[in-house]
């Protein structure tokens, strides 16, 4: 298996940079997406326009015209969907942000600081229900099926999570079963749509879904490790909200693992209660080395995901997705 | 133009009378619906089973499944379709009941009193993204761009409603146009989607639609009536939320309309501070007989539904959707 992490760090620069190869696509499924969110009543044009500022990084859509780029050509069906995928999750990010009482999401207000709650689950629903309609505008059922069972899966990963808040007994294995659910399933489903888009064989459809699925764990642990040793300034987010939720993340989980006895309940209690949980976790982050141990997690899938192209025929697409498990775990944002 | 108020009440006994002809394909929508919301993780199925619990008069598949037998044979299709349109209405239902902070639904808890507004909205969202799933197994397009247009209009006009609270100024028209989106959509989609599939000629299409669009407006004004008028036991759900809201509805915006000078501004102050709004809205309400002026608006809305389907063939099912619209005026429910 291949080794991605060589302890360098990297930027958002360097992600424009990897985004190179599909930079006019790109901008042309980003104007898709700007085109699509408008509206005639300007009460919701100005919350769907600013929802539409939220997302960041573009991943999964540069998932998925990186994926049709590596098979082929990036064809009009590809920018509609990149959009869609985008906008699927700048969604779920809006309702996500409801959930965590997220007040800063890339640097600017959440939409539930902005305006309530009450108007983000609205915005939220808008946003699904408008990139299920751009994706029926394709001729064929493949898309709505695609999307809709993935954004389902992303919904049950949520609910999942959701109600495991407060176990503290949750098992490893179950929270990679929740992230796979809530995050990988959409970049897995990027990647499909990208290589069945594209005309490819069955077996490489699967083979960019594995992929996918992969980079999304890899995502997802870096997320967690992040939330709760990672900057804010830097991040541009609220972070610290999983150990508040009492959300079982792989960091928490870790530490619980280290911990035994009086000292263990210590820690329960001090969550529970919601006193000082951040600062004695911060401390024993360092002293069991968790940092390291989700790092080394997070690699196994960022490996595996690299791993999954292997026979997959040199180009300069290739080469970068081969290269985006590197920069996902090594993000500082 | 048909005149369809006698003045007669109608009771929920009397609805399940009208279904009478569609009786063994509700039940057969209804098996779909409860087998589609199923899943294997114990905390997820405990919530779409209890979400699936809090539709009540089961309207949007009744006009879908009353439309196609009107025009010929209920076929598979179309009991896909009547599960897929009352989980979307679910959906909407389970974060309704997050906007209005209600407790009660149905005579049931509602979703955010029995778990709490988070839990709530992955439900809303685990509703929606499965019935666009539903939707896309069908073997065209069209029932996902016909349901993904109409959703999103839903939420458009239910955005415009939230941002339309306070606004005290809001015309009769805006507020037609409004529930029109917000209700008469879903309701012209199920029409819609009962005559499609069908293989009716696009002008019955349009006929259909026209149909479900006008008794939903009306079915909306009684609703809002009920808000202001009703009796929470026999309704079954919170009431009095849209005054507390400031929410401009007809009732209020009659009221409004009849008001003039010190006495407005006294009523629009007493909304605003949420002190005793409900009981001099009540006592208004009676003087200026807005109750009756609500009744006769949703009359014009079911004539005209009645009118649309003028120039239909009659049989069993046509002659229960020209009374439907009845129903829906003389509802206490």
Chains 1, 2 share one sequence.
């Not at 919701?44 to 960041?56: N, S």
């Not at 600017?108 to 902005?114: E, K, P, Q, V, W």
């Not at 619980?256 to 309940?265: A, D, I, N, P």
Request: proline letters at 2%.
């Amino acid at each position: 298996m291949s080794q991605v992490v060589n302890g360098t760090d990297v930027s958002p620069d360097h992600l424009k940079a990897l985004y190179a190869p599909i930079d006019v696509e790109l901008t042309q499924s980003e104007e898709i997406l700007q085109r699509e969110l408008r509206n005639e009543h300007a009460a919701v044009d100005e919350m769907v326009r600013y929802g539409c500022l939220l997302g960041g990084k573009r991943l999964r859509p540069a998932l998925l015209l990186l994926t049709a780029k590596a098979l082929g050509v990036i064809t009009a069906d590809h920018l509609t969907l990149a959009a869609v995928v985008e906008m699927i999750h700048t969604a779920t990010l809006v309702h996500d942000d409801i959930l965590d009482d997220a007040v800063l999401r890339r640097h600017m207000d959440t939409c539930n600081a902005r305006w309530d709650n009450e108007a983000s689950v609205l915005l939220g629903d808008y946003l699904f229900t408008h990139s299920f309609y751009l994706a029926s505008t394709l001729d064929s059922t493949y898309a709505c099926r695609t999307i809709g069972k993935a954004t389902n899966v992303v919904c049950e990963g949520e609910l999942r999570q959701i109600r495991s808040c407060n176990n503290f007994e949750l098992g490893e294995e179950e929270y990679l079963e929740i992230i796979e659910a809530k995050t990988a399933s959409l970049c897995a489903c990027a990647c499909r749509l990208g290589a069945y888009y594209a005309d490819a064989s069955t077996e490489y459809v699967e083979v960019f879904s594995e992929y996918g699925r992969n980079l999304g764990i890899a995502f997802q642990i870096i997320d967690d490790l992040l939330d709760v040793a990672g900057n804010e300034s830097s991040v541009g987010k609220s972070l610290g909200t999983d150990l508040e939720k009492q959300k079982p993340t792989l960091p928490l989980l870790h530490v619980l693992s280290c911990l035994k006895g009086t000292e263990r309940t210590e820690f329960v209690n001090a969550l529970v209660e919601g006193s000082n949980g951040h600062e004695i976790m911060k401390s024993y982050l360092q002293r069991f080395q968790s940092r390291a141990y989700c790092l080394e997690k997070a690699n196994v899938y960022a490996s595996r995901a690299v791993s999954a192209l292997a026979d997959l025929s040199d180009n300069e697409a290739t080469r970068i997705l081969l290269q985006l498990p590197e920069f996902v775990i090594h993000r500082s944002h």
